[in-house]
């Protein structure tokens, strides 16, 4: 069975850009996760989307936007790049929401993000 | 508050024993996790505890967690070179979500 798999897994961007970052979770997983890492901030939960709805959402300020399609893959995008935005994103799967947190989750390779 | 914390580093030496400490907050949380990052990778599921548990063996992993402190630990037995990576605690936020609280991340480094 595929991994999950995230494309880019390198962006290099200017200030004041847009970015679209994809992730193609496991077969049969409906439920995608976007974390971002940084140094300074570690990993912080972005939002979760679970049959193509939005589920939770981090402390993001609206720049930061995302979407699952029907095939559950989900795209995360960040508008107005500033150079706080360099991260490594990381999206992670797994097969549904489960109450309690016992979900195992798969993560993917993360996209680098640079923002010059 | 959200803050689980974790001391920055670890050097062992290889066959010794490591002992990776993590300290979170939410008393809620019902399932606590550890995750191995090794360079230009995403996170792998190590092992994981219920918050009803005190101990869980997974070959040569051991977690302990004292829900009296909200304390969580991980022991890797006969540590090997292959078990440098940095090592996150996560917790589970609870409700019908996978949304998980990672802390600070701690680098085991292991010297031959």
């Known amino acids: 069975k595929a991994g999950v798999t995230q494309t880019p897994r390198y962006l290099i961007k200017t200030r004041g850009q847009q970015v679209t970052l994809s992730c193609s979770p496991i077969?049969?997983?409906?439920?995608v996760s976007w974390y971002q890492q940084t140094p300074g901030q570690g990993l912080q939960f972005l939002f979760e989307y679970f049959s193509e709805t939005q589920r939770n959402k981090g402390n993001f300020p609206g720049r930061f936007s995302g979407r699952q399609f029907s095939n559950s893959r989900s795209e995360m995008n960040v508008s107005t790049l500033e150079l706080g935005d360099s991260a490594l994103y990381l999206c992670?799967?797994?097969?549904?929401?489960?109450?309690?947190?016992?979900?195992?989750?798969?993560f993917g390779p993360g996209t680098r993000l640079t923002v010059l | 508050g959200e803050d689980v914390e974790q001391s920055l580093f670890l050097s062992v030496r290889e066959g010794d024993s490591s002992v990776i400490n993590c300290t979170y907050t939410d008393s809620s949380s019902t399932y606590l996790y550890w995750y191995k990052q090794e360079p230009g990778a995403g996170l792998q599921l190590l092992t994981y505890?219920?918050?009803?548990?005190d101990m869980k063996q997974d070959q040569r992993l051991t977690v302990l967690l004292n829900k009296k402190d909200k304390h969580l630990s991980l022991r890797i037995a006969d540590t090997q070179t292959g078990d440098s990576a940095i090592y996150f605690c996560a917790e589970s936020y609870g409700g019908a979500t996978n949304k998980l609280i990672f802390g600070t991340g701690t680098l085991l480094a292991v010297q031959p």
């Open positions: 505890i219920f918050s009803n548990m």
């Open positions: 992670a799967s797994s097969q549904g929401l489960i109450a309690g947190g016992r979900n195992e989750q798969f």
């Open positions: 077969s049969g997983h409906r439920s």
